[in-house]
């Protein structure tokens, strides 16, 4: 055997066990949360290192409880999980129409300072969202949009746009300058060749970009702690998850079950947009 054949057949090897490695890693612990899902807290109490549920044990009384109303002594999940949709969706919408113009002006427009402002849109993304939390409540509160969903999504439209702005910025610089020209000399005007030309193209990038906002207005969990807290009927899951951990009385089953009811829409959404996304997140790497 050849010193290369002996290379390849090591690094074959080498390979599936490092992606068998990652997929236990990643699944294991999603699996177990899945399964104490369904477990009854008798039979957890009774085998908690178990990793099958019999068919006897097999439960939905926890989702039921979960998703169930508070006023029907439930947790309210589903209300929560209606608050989050709207805030998450809400962020996308403003971000992009926020990062689209930002992002194809700085990869077309020639301006003084032009690169730094690229460089500072990132930068600002940098910093600890602990930084902003205190004046951007306070400045809201006099405003009169602390304890509101607008509000949120307008802080989380503060947090996203930059790196919304850098992303897509990267995409738009792939794009054939020639396009837009040949758009311009057919009397297409700027607004017209955005719209009809360099937005269609750019889908891919637009999908990641809104599902990476999503996921983050989807989990964030310190600013709306600061501005809902006062007001459970605004809850968003991650604030209800939090008052599931800190309960005494909440089976940990309970707590297993809104951990999968916050986890699934992202991992839906993910898997419906995943060749999208992969698209998305890659197509500024090509600056030939």
Do not use: C, H
């Amino acid at each position: 055997m050849t010193r290369t054949q002996f290379e390849e057949r090591l690094f074959g090897v080498l390979r599936w066990v490092t992606i068998a490695f990652l997929a236990v890693i990643t699944i294991l612990p999603f699996y177990y949360m899945l399964l104490l899902s369904v477990k009854p807290i008798d039979s957890l109490l009774l085998d908690p290192g178990s990793l099958w549920v019999s068919g006897k044990d097999f439960t939905l009384d926890t989702y039921r409880q979960v998703l169930k109303s508070s006023a029907d002594g439930g947790q309210g999940f589903l209300r929560m999980m209606l608050n989050s949709a709207l805030v998450s969706l809400a962020t996308v919408v403003l971000t992009l129409a926020a990062s689209v113009p930002g992002a194809y002006a700085i990869s077309r427009l020639r301006f003084f300072g032009g690169r730094q402002v690229s460089a500072l849109f990132l930068a600002v993304y940098l910093f600890p969202s602990t930084l902003l939390a205190v004046p951007l409540f306070v400045m809201f509160a006099k405003l009169g949009l602390s304890g509101n969903l607008v509000g949120l999504a307008i802080v989380y439209v503060a947090q996203t746009v930059p790196v919304s702005i850098y992303m897509l910025k990267n995409y738009f610089i792939t794009i054939p300058l020639s396009i837009e020209e040949a758009a311009a000399l057919d009397g297409a005007t700027r607004w017209q060749t955005v719209r009809r030309v360099v937005l269609p193209l750019a889908m891919p990038s637009l999908m990641a970009t809104g599902l990476y906002v999503f996921m983050i207005a989807w989990n964030e969990f310190l600013f709306a702690l600061l501005f809902l807290a006062a007001d459970p009927d605004k809850w968003t899951v991650s604030l209800g998850l939090q008052q599931l951990s800190n309960g005494i009385e909440v089976p940990k089953t309970v707590l297993m079950a809104g951990s999968v009811v916050l986890t699934i829409p992202v991992i839906v959404l993910f898997y419906a947009a995943e060749r999208l996304l992969t698209e998305g997140l890659t197509s500024g790497a090509d600056k030939s």
